[in-house]
């Protein structure tokens, strides 16, 4: 095999030993963190008629993020999914939830 031929193969076993390094670490860190996490709310459901003195709120986002629902903190297990039971004050109208993963901020308020 001549001398390019082998520098040519080692240029390219290189180049995939690198794309495979890239896509085990943003497996590992979900983009490396420059995305902001997804966020979805499950329940309640959009324009839902909520009475009482609190509401359930479920839903999910990113592993690992943190989740705030009317900014008090909301339980997040290892799948991303997310519960959290708030108060309601009787003229209130809004949810807002928030989920931050590595400094990125996803906000989704419901009505």
Do not use: C, H
């Amino acid at each position: 095999m001549s001398r390019l031929v082998q520098m040519i193969l080692g240029v390219a076993a290189a180049i995939v030993v690198i794309a495979i390094g890239v896509v085990l670490w943003n497996a590992a860190t979900g983009g490396g963190g420059d995305k902001a996490p997804t966020l979805t709310i499950t329940t309640p459901r959009e324009g839902a008629q909520v009475s009482g003195d609190s509401v359930a709120v479920k839903g999910t986002t990113k592993p690992g993020a943190q989740v705030r629902v009317n900014n008090r903190s909301a339980r997040v297990d290892k799948n991303g999914g997310f519960q959290a039971t708030v108060p309601l004050e009787s003229d209130q109208s809004f949810i807002f939830v928030k989920s931050t993963y590595k400094g990125r901020d996803t906000i989704v308020q419901r009505s």
